[in-house]
């Protein structure tokens, strides 16, 4: 079973910038996609972003266009997610995942991998 392991959650305000950070082992992050996602008390489990195996492209939600950057490094076996400007309708749970083809990257159920979470928190 690969393992993904989260980190860079916390409490910010609204405006601030947060890090998120997700390691994978080795034959997780080299192949197809790894994503992002968030999903907030009543709500479904929504897509934020996504990058490719070669991390030569990159994929986006609309809400988040513009202020969050997705990356990853193959050395550290990591990936992360830069989040800018970040507003209080950003505050979920966000998960990273492994392992989807690039076609249905923005998928959930598409994932065989999931990172246990972790919360984001943006007050006004």
């Known amino acids: 079973q690969v393992q993904l392991v989260e980190s860079g959650g916390g409490l910010v305000q609204a405006g601030a910038s947060l890090r998120l950070s997700c390691a994978a082992s080795?034959?997780?992050?080299?192949?197809?996609?790894m994503g992002w996602f968030r999903q907030a008390p009543g709500k479904a489990r929504e897509f934020v972003s996504s990058?490719?195996?070669?991390?030569?492209?990159?994929f986006y939600t609309d809400s988040v266009k513009g202020r969050f950057t997705i990356s990853k490094t193959n050395g550290n076996n990591t990936m992360y997610l830069q989040m800018n400007s970040l507003k209080s309708e950003d505050t979920a749970v966000y998960y990273c995942?492994?392992?989807?083809?690039?076609?249905?990257?923005?998928?959930?159920?598409?994932?065989?991998?999931w990172g246990q979470g972790t919360q984001v928190t943006v007050s006004s």
């Open positions: 995942a492994a392992g989807a083809p690039i076609w249905y990257a923005k998928f959930p159920a598409r994932y065989p991998y």
């Open positions: 080795e034959r997780t992050f080299s192949r197809d996609a």
């Open positions: 990058i490719s195996g070669s991390g030569g492209s990159t």
